[in-house]
């Protein structure tokens, strides 16, 4: 590799790589399950992923925009599919349980943990540490049970990624959508049209503005991460951080305040309405009024603290 | 004003349940069109955008263990844990879940969500609170109870997870603002967050505890 290149650059890239090899495991072992329902579609889908992962760095830009489309199209077709179910029997997780005990929440901290400590002792990013703390979580595991060999958490993971499935990627795809927004744009667009509306050069308004329509907007598509894209270009840009505001406070409580729209609308049904069904309840707006009242409480309290600290 | 046409597409493909990717693929290239990008440009846009935020996958890595975990008792040891508050009411037993949730969803760790864990064991938990005081659990009391687990699922998993140095909300608004010109560092986006999620532990921990205690007393006090 070039020593120009940086180490933390460098351990990123190997972090990426161990991304693919395990999207890659997931999509090549789907081809060997006589069950899977979708074979072709959900191996096509695991593969590019790992393609691009692994070798991003060096493809041409075309190639991996090519790449994300080969991806996509057996997702939105409906053809990526989970695999017959692996999991373990509730009979061996109780008797593992009954064997490691609360040791097993040292594993379960190490990511997070390290996340945290190469943040503050390192110039590293804490990607790297999150990389880092799964590599030593694993060890843990195998010490704690011989039964967890590295075959083990290959297809423990490839069970985990049949379950988020494709709308995983939907945070990457929504940034490269934002990126489109910008080359072509749209944000000034929507700048031009929001200052008929509201007063440019007046951040208070434009603060309260900007997290009411974070909170509104994902009510309405029912998914913070796309709403941020599209509101924070259209007004948090230009009605807030270009009067000077504080980005890393302004930035981050407006995802925050997206997701008290997400606690009040029956459009995040997964989170609102799927578990109506899972709880077997009978009023279907149940988990949503139980909601309301936390999310506009956190919608004022948010206000205030970007008002207070911008 | 025609640029706006891939804003609308979002929205409304949003709105109306359509495929997610498409909606987002779509509005993309439509975008593009309208903006005068050709579509080599537009292709080339994405896999840049794309390759350059492949720390978003960083729950590949993290799934490398958390299966493995839930297959060496996880679950089971924190079902115990919570079952170790003594005289808990069902306000309490939900509370204490949520203080577990939201610390675990800081380390990026679920229990399972509402099918994996709720359902199976903060709500036997929660009505077995009830049954010890009062022999039967009340059919509009179990209702609310369920009503309020889960919300306190989503609560502490939205605002928990933000903690996490790395989680993906965070890396979203780091390239978002970064198309904008402002650099961003994770460990700070975190750490704006903590005031956050500690109220909106608090602030669901107190409404659903004095609801439970409030539905106790109405709900059961009639009968006595």
Redesign the interface.
Known sequence: MDPKIAIGTKLLECLYILMGLVAGYAGIKTLFEKEHKAKIGTAVFWCSLAVILVFGRWLPKLWSGILVIVMAIPAVLGQVKAGPNGGPSKEYTEAQAKKIGYKIFIPTLMMGTMAIIFAVFTKVSPLVGVGVGVIIAAILLMIFSKNNKPKTFLDDSKRMLDIVGPLSMLPMLLAALGAIFTTAGVGQVIADLVSKVIPQGNMTVGIIVYAVAMAIFTMIMGNAFAAITVITVGIGGPFVLALGANPTVIGMLALTCGYCGTLSTPMAANFNIVPVAILDMKGRYNVIKNQLIVAGIMLTFQICYMLIAK | ?I??I??AI??LG??L?L????I??V??FV??L????DI????????????A?????????????????????????AA??IGKIKNATAGMVIGAYGVLRLI?A????SLGG??GF??PVV?PMAIGAVEAKHGKADEKHV??L??????M???TW??GQ?L???G??????Q???K??G?E??????AK??I??AL??LI??GI??YFKDRHLDKTIYGQKK
């Open positions: 004003m640029k706006l891939g804003v979002v929205i949003f709105a349940k495929d997610n990717i498409a987002i693929l509005a993309g975008t593009g309208v903006g005068g990008m080599v440009k537009i292709l080339e846009t994405i896999g840049n955008s794309f390759v935020n492949r720390s978003m996958a960083i729950f590949i890595v993290i799934m490398l263990v958390t299966g493995t975990l839930e297959r060496n008792g996880l679950r089971e040891m115990k844990l675990l800081a380390f990026n760790v509402t099918a709720v359902r709500m209702e609310e369920k009503g309020m687990s889960a919300g699922e989503n609560v939205f605002f933000v996490f140095v790395g993906s909300g965070a890396l979203l608004v390239s978002t603002l198309q904008l402002y961003t560092d994770l460990a700070s986006l704006v967050e005031p956050v109220f909106a602030v669901a409404l659903y």
